[in-house]
Every structure is written in structure tokens, then in C-alpha cells.
């Protein structure tokens, strides 16, 4: 009986190991079966199922999944410190990227009748785009009339005769630009002022006396002011009478626009340094929001202000005005109150 008993324990021992054996994959795809048994720094001894030991297998012959199923198993605290430095240098598990489809692009159908440059009337697109040109045309035709100087009517005319007037607006814009006419130069006065003031101008030297000259002209007609007395004498003897000295010509904001091209037109006389013998007695009187400034010479003008030679305690000085401050504009003599 006794011996029955030992036989069955020894059966029912081999029947538990066969039980708790594990699978242990090697990295040239060999398997073991067993239970480990031993752990060293030289590798691993497995329990087989038959009883038997195998021989140590090293921990480099392992697969990374044996290595983790090695750790799950430890048994004690030495094989799991033994197996912690390799488990942690595993490598870890690349994700398996997804593959890409490439689906088949589908490429627009390609006409192969009707190509060439009369395919474009064959579409409403087409004749969009030449609606477009054709506009295009004519609106260059007309900027290029305008700035060659040319008529605007015969370029603009030209350019709308279909498919040859693309070669109107290139060959007026090839051509010389016609001189401009003269009133465009210098544009009519308004009426009342600055004719006025121009034939008093040119009457002007006519007028005033010689400046050599001391006598007083008795065949001269006295001059009769309301309030004043005909036999009043001027005040001072080398100036003429108030009534003799020209008008002024006025230029005043909002008639006129004030910027570089109207002061090097109008007022050409002022820029030199030697007066001529008519515009020697002439000043210029600038009305400003600062003042007034009374000079005999630009000295310099920009395209933004300009630089007014003005008298101060007789002594000559540069004054700038901006031409943005600018309100009037006077041509008088320099005898004018």
C-alpha cells in the first residue's frame, strides 16, 4: 500500500510539471519546453517534462518575448534581479505601419478633334476671355491717347477693329507725344483778376516815374480820392502814387493748385538771382496759416515746399513754406501797402 502511494505522488509530480512548463523561443526559431529551474550570470537550466535537467542555455540565445515570459515566471527575487537589466534593455516594439493605397488617379478627358486657336470660340469660357481682351484693349487705347497727347477718338477707334486693333495702342505708344498747346501750359485767368493785373503790369514802368529823376511833373493831373484833398502831394518824393502802382495779381487756393509745376510756370522771373528790368520792383506775398510772407526770390523748391528769400531787420533769410499751407498767392509792387 505504502508503495502504490509513492508511485502515485512521483505520477501526479510529473503530471503538475507537464502542467506548469513553459514554451521558450530561441532566436535560430528552436522551442523549449520546461520549467526553469536554475538562473545564473551563464544562462538558464529547464526543468523537461520527463524529470530531466537540459543543458544551461544562455540568456543571449532568447528571444525578447522569452526574455519577459522568463520574468513573468521568476520565482525569486535573485532571477528577477538577474533578469531586470534585460528586460529593460529590450527594444521596444515598432508600430507596423499602415500600408497606403494609392488609388488610381483619373486623369480629364483630352479632346483630339477641334485643337488649334479657333477652338476658343467654341466655348462660352472662350468667349469670355476675348470679351475680356477686347475691353482691355480699348481701355489701354484710351490711356495711351491721353498720355501720347494723341486723339483720343481716332486711337480708341483703331484699337476696337477686331483681331488688328491689338496694334494700335502699340504703335501710338511707340510714337513721339505731340507738344502740348499753349493754353494747356498756361491755362486762362479767371476773369477780373489776373488779366487785370497783367496789362496794369506791363503799363507799369510807363507809369512810374524815373527813379534819377527828382522834379515834380507839373503837367501831371492831380489825382482826386474820395476824403483827400486834390492838392495833396505824396508823402514821399521818389515814390509814385498809390494809384499809379499796378494792381496785384492774385492766385488764391481752390482756383489754383498749388504744387511745384504751378510755381515754375507762373512765377519763372522769381527764381533767377538778377531780376529784368519789369519784375525788379516786384515782390511776392505768400499767405499763410503761420503769416504772411513777403519775398523777392525762390531760392529752392521741392516737390513739397519751397524756400522764399524774405527781408528781417535787413538781413536776407531763407523762409520754407510747405506748399500745404499755402492760402494766396500775390504778384505786387514793392511800394503797395
Given amino acids: 500500500m505504502t508503495r502504490?502511494?509513492?508511485i502515485l505522488i512521483?505520477?501526479?509530480m510529473i503530471a503538475a510539471g507537464a502542467v506548469t512548463a513553459g514554451t521558450f523561443t530561441l532566436v535560430d526559431g528552436s522551442k523549449i519546453v520546461g520549467t526553469p529551474n536554475s538562473m545564473n550570470d551563464d544562462g538558464v537550466v529547464f526543468t523537461e517534462s520527463d524529470g530531466s535537467y537540459s543543458a544551461r542555455t544562455p540568456f543571449s540565445k532568447f528571444t525578447s518575448a522569452a526574455i519577459k515570459e522568463l520574468?513573468?515566471?521568476?520565482?525569486?527575487?535573485?532571477?528577477r534581479a538577474l533578469l531586470q537589466p534585460l528586460v529593460d534593455n529590450l527594444p521596444e516594439e515598432t508600430t507596423k505601419m499602415q500600408?497606403?493605397?494609392?488609388?488610381?488617379?483619373?486623369t480629364p478627358y483630352r479632346p483630339t478633334q477641334g485643337l488649334g486657336i479657333?477652338?476658343?470660340f467654341e466655348s462660352s469660357v472662350g468667349w469670355a476671355i476675348l470679351l475680356i481682351l477686347y475691353g482691355a484693349n480699348i481701355i489701354a487705347a484710351y490711356e495711351i491717347a491721353l498720355y501720347r497727347r494723341q486723339p483720343v477718338k481716332m486711337v480708341c477707334g483703331l484699337a476696337a477693329i477686331p483681331f488688328f486693333g491689338v496694334l494700335s495702342p502699340i504703335a501710338f505708344i511707340a510714337?513721339?507725344?505731340k507738344a502740348p498747346p499753349a493754353e494747356e501750359l498756361a491755362p486762362p485767368p479767371p476773369a477780373g483778376s489776373e488779366a487785370t493785373a497783367a496789362e496794369a503790369l506791363s503799363s507799369a514802368p510807363a507809369a512810374a516815374p524815373p527813379a534819377t529823376s527828382h522834379s515834380?511833373?507839373?503837367?501831371?493831373?492831380?489825382?482826386?480820392?474820395?476824403?483827400v484833398a486834390a492838392s495833396a502831394a505824396p508823402e514821399a518824393p521818389d515814390a509814385p502814387p498809390a494809384s499809379a502802382l499796378p494792381a496785384p495779381i492774385v492766385f488764391a487756393r481752390g482756383e489754383f493748385s498749388f504744387n511745384r509745376r504751378f510755381f515754375e510756370t507762373k512765377f519763372p522771373g522769381f527764381f533767377?538771382?538778377?531780376r529784368t528790368e519789369a519784375e525788379k520792383d516786384l515782390v511776392l506775398v505768400f499767405k499763410t496759416n503761420r503769416g504772411d510772407f513777403v519775398g523777392r526770390r525762390i531760392t529752392n523748391i521741392t516737390p513739397n515746399e519751397l524756400y522764399l528769400q524774405v527781408f528781417n531787420n535787413d538781413v536776407t533769410a531763407d523762409e520754407m513754406i510747405p506748399f500745404i499751407e499755402v492760402m494766396e498767392v500775390q504778384i505786387r509792387h514793392k511800394d503797395a501797402a
Fill in 216 to 227: 515834380h511833373a507839373p503837367s501831371r493831373a492831380p489825382i482826386h480820392m474820395p476824403g
Fill in 175 to 177: 510714337m513721339p507725344p
Fill in 118 to 120: 479657333f477652338a476658343i
Fill in 4 to 6: 502504490c502511494g509513492f
Fill in 10 to 12: 512521483c505520477i501526479l
Fill in 99 to 106: 500600408s497606403i493605397v494609392v488609388k488610381p488617379v483619373e
Fill in 272 to 274: 533767377r538771382a538778377i
Fill in 71 to 79: 520574468m513573468a515566471e521568476a520565482k525569486s527575487a535573485h532571477d
